[in-house]
């Protein structure tokens, strides 16, 4: 991934990072951020975590980490939630939103009930999908982006078998 030298792509990274890893100080984040190619100065990222209305909140495990707040209604400032919980959030997405799948080439097309589109495709571009170049929303239609040139028909199919999983019961 590239990102260009601008404070809006800075910012985005900041936000991804923050929504997908545990970030429990300023010097992790400009570690995480020269990893992606991004030097920033200690008072770049402070002005960048005023700026995003970053805090810190308690973890589980108990630590302190940064979080920005949450799309959408709920502003809630929360913590990375990693893969498998994000995962899961997408997974009870889907079931609720998506009727139906399809890929071509590197393509997919998913439909949703009318207005859901952009919804869908933010917890899709949230859940961290490695295999995705990214995302294009409509009203009723999402457009995925697949790295591989073959691979559309592979990850329609595992959208839609997350789609028609059973959730899990709390234990």
Known sequence: MTVPPTKAARQQLI???LGHQLVRSQGDLA????SHGVNATPSTISRDLVEL???RVRHPDGGLVYAVPAEGGDRTPRPGTGSASGHARLAKILRELM???EGSANLVVLRTPPGAAQYLASAIDHASQHDLLGTIAGDDTVMLICR???GGE???ERFAALAAATPKEPT
Not at 31 to 34: D, I, M, P, V, Y
């Open 15 to 17: 936000v991804e990072l």
């Open 99 to 101: 009727v139906t799948a």
């Open 148 to 150: 591989d040139p073959d």
């Open 53 to 55: 209305d970053a805090v």
């Open 154 to 156: 592979a990850v329609a």
């Open 31 to 34: 570690e995480l951020l020269e």
